[in-house]
């Protein structure tokens, strides 16, 4: 019985020493390595928010808002690393921990390097050699941090496998013994060997228990003999291996959850996205239902974290996360693709699937309802895109396609509204695609360039002024219009480098018009809504005035109503700012925003431009003759130029001469033309009132 008891305690000491090691060293390994993949992964994303900003903000602003967070995500990789080597035993995992921590220093570096030649002009092609060889070391350290979690992996697997190899050696170890006590117990005594037989038939029930993964299993302890020890010690043994197994069971589901479910708001992520489509399709196609995928953007998102802080954003997400997963029933899947944009399942639904209406309208008033963000209340609402199948799509893929490009629809349709699909969608979604990826090279490919309409004095038929208008010259498509790509530049942000190349080529355009010996007058250019918002706007101008060499009142900034009027007291901070340095302001479009008179006399401008819409038909139109003598009357009233843009007749010439306005601009004198033609025009034009009239022809050119 010595001999039997002895051989139970080693096999039980062998199994517990298993669960320790699995507990305390492998387990915690594979998390260490887990945490360093996912540090690097937030840091690569710091890096790429950092890289997306440099054009917006400059490689200084973008570097002191995302490298802080690049370095800590850096830093918490390297702590994790340390940890590994200090838990390791293994000489080559730790090597490959210090090759690692030497690669991630060499992208550190690298980017760093990569960061400073950026800021640089003139560094083009070193700033690319430093960052092909940031983003090797990137790649290597992401490829050499997976690999080491996959090997952590495999190590707490295999130190499973021997917890489960010590449970049998523990079983037959025991099996044998109680063998070897039947046969003592047959020599000893009839009678011992009928109460052996007993507790062994009760160990052998129990032991096969826990080897078919009945851990739960428990042998009777009423005994004090040495089968009551056993017993009690055997017990132990199952219950230390239940408690392994339930702790791996919950580091697997820990895993799982974190790989299918986004981390910020607990949603499932696109990961789990197809899997959950694949379900209801097959669902509707056993019982011949329909399902619905509904593809959401928030409208405004960008701006709330522009003004607010990424934090903000994140909150605002959260909350719209919860909002729509209330709105919908618990068989319905709400899942983050990423960013702003949230695809929902519908699953199961009856009829021509348009009874979802009510849930869609219910999905639109949720997420329109104010939050309240750090004290102050944020709206936004959304556009979605609805497709069902099996009308609008045959698989997961074509389905959320399909759902996007009516999303897109019903963004274009004015958003805070869904749109079902129509074949005829895709389309269009191709070719705005293509457009916002031809838009991004453009800059950089030399395509665009600018045409100056001129702008007259009323009185003397002088010219005053010329007004910047941007053509995009598409080595495809010829010519295309800004009413085309403007809109597309503002949705993707391109319209801030886009409109500071505007501003720097107008500015030195000037500056040769005037080498070249023409008389001095003003150039305007449009400032756009998103970059208006721009905190770097005045850095930009200053900066395109210092390197042009431009006298700061020659240039003149044409903003809308709508545009001062959205954050009236940070517009009048940018527009004093401006009015500071010597630049001239100007309120394009008058007469179509919402700005009211004591707000109107507030704004430190020159002058204002009466919208073309009022001028297109007049003398015909009494109400719009009655709209353009009054904003020229209160032009008046408060000391400033009034312009009519958009004059192509002699009778809408003649009806702003009699009315004293001062100033005019329009295919009836010019269309916009090309610095050439502008400097022979101006060269030529001589400067009589009864002069003013057509100069050329208007049919040969696009209008602005």
């Known amino acids: 019985m010595l001999a039997l008891g002895v ?36 840091a690569r994303d710091a890096e790429n928010e950092l890289l997306l900003s440099v054009d917006r903000l400059g490689v200084a602003e973008a570097s002191a808002r995302s490298l802080p967070a690049m370095r800590n995500h850096l830093l918490d990789m ?23 921590e030497a690669q991630t220093q060499q992208y550190e570096d690298g980017f760093l390097a990569f960061l400073k030649q950026r800021g640089k002009e003139g560094n083009l092609s070193s700033a690319r050699t430093s960052r092909q060889g940031y983003v090797d070391a990137a790649v290597a350290v992401e490829s050499s941090v997976e690999a080491l979690h996959t090997a952590a992996s495999k190590q707490a697997l295999q130190t499973r496998s021997d917890v489960a190899r010590a449970a049998s050696f523990s079983r037959w170890a025991a099996i044998a013994m109680i063998v070897l006590a039947a046969v003592m117990g047959l020599v000893v005594a009839r009678i011992v060997s009928l109460r052996i037989a007993g507790s062994v038939a009760q160990l052998i029930a ?5 080897a078919s993964g009945d851990f739960s299993a428990r042998a009777q302890q009423g005994r004090d003999d040495e089968f009551g020890v056993l017993a009690r010690a055997m017990n132990q043994m199952a219950e230390s291996i239940e408690n392994s197994n339930v702790l791996l069971q919950s580091s697997a589901d820990t895993l799982k959850h974190q790989a299918t479910h986004d981390a910020l708001t607990g949603l499932p992520n696109r990961a789990l996205l197809e899997d959950r489509l694949k379900q209801a399709i097959s669902y509707a196609d ?46 319905d899947t709400v899942v983050r693709t990423g960013g702003d944009e949230f695809v929902i399942v ?13 849930a869609l309208q219910r999905l639109l008033e949720a997420i329109a309802r104010p939050v309240q963000i750090r004290g102050q209340a944020v709206e936004v609402t959304a556009s979605m895109g609805v497709a069902t199948y099996p009308a609008d799509g045959a698989d997961a893929d074509a389905l959320v396609m399909n759902a996007d490009a009516a999303m897109y629809r019903a963004k274009e349709a004015g958003r805070n509204a869904f749109q079902f699909y129509a074949a005829e969608m895709n389309d269009t979604i191709r070719g705005r695609l293509a457009m916002r990826e031809e838009l991004r090279n453009a800059i950089a490919r030399g395509e665009f360039y600018l045409v100056y309409q001129p702008q007259l004095e009323m009185r003397s038929g002088q010219v005053i002024g010329v007004e910047a208008l941007i053509r995009w010259q598409h080595p495809e498509r010829g010519v295309i219009s800004p009413a085309e790509f403007i ?176 100033e005019m601009q329009g295919y009836l004198f010019s269309p916009p033309v090309s610095p050439s033609q502008l400097a022979t025009l101006v060269g030529t034009r001589s400067g009589a009132v009864h002069e003013l009239g057509p100069r050329i022809d208007p049919r040969k050119k696009h209008r602005a």
């Open 7 to 42: 051989a139970f305690y080693l096999s039980e000491q062998r199994s517990s020493a298993a669960i320790d090691k699995l507990l305390n060293s492998d387990s915690r390994m594979a998390e260490l390595s887990l945490r360093s993949s996912l540090a690097m992964y937030k």
């Open 78 to 100: 390297r702590e994790y690393l340390s940890s590994l080597r200090i838990i390791s035993t293994d000489a080559q995992f730790r090597d490959r921990v210090d090759r690692i």
């Open 206 to 210: 129990f032991s096969r228990r826990v």
């Open 286 to 331: 056993r019982y011949g239902r329909l399902m619905t995928v509904v593809f959401i953007n928030l409208d405004g998102f960008k701006l709330v974290n522009d003004s607010l802080g990424r934090k903000a954003g994140d909150e605002l997400l959260k909350v719209m996360a919860a909002r729509m997963s209330k709105c919908l029933r618990s068989v």
């Open 346 to 358: 519908l699953y199961d639904r009856p009829g021509q699937g348009t009874e979802i209406t009510p």
């Open 487 to 662: 809109p597309l530049a503002e949705e993707t942000g391109l319209i801030v480098p886009i409109g500071e190349w505007v501003l720097r080529t107008a500015c030195f355009q000037h500056m040769a018009w005037q080498r070249a010996g023409l008389p001095t007058f003003g150039v305007s250019v449009n400032v756009s809504a998103r970059q208006f918002r721009e905190r770097t706007l005045i850095e930009q101008v200053a900066r395109a005035l210092a390197d042009s060499g431009l006298e700061a009142h020659l240039l003149e900034l044409e903003l809308t109503e709508s545009m001062v009027m959205e954050d009236l007291e940070s517009a009048l901070l940018s527009m004093n700012a401006l009015q500071a340095m010597g630049v001239q302001l100007s309120v394009d479009d008058f007469g179509t925003g919402y700005s009211s008179l004591s707000a109107l006399k507030r704004f430190p401008i020159a002058r204002l431009k009466i919208d073309r819409a009022f001028v297109r038909d007049i003398p015909d139109d009494d109400e719009d003759k009655a709209i353009a003598k009054a904003i020229i009357s209160l032009g008046h009233e408060l000391n400033l130029k009034v312009i009519a843009e958009g004059v192509e007749t002699e009778q809408q010439l003649e009806f702003f001469r009699a009315n004293g306005c001062d």
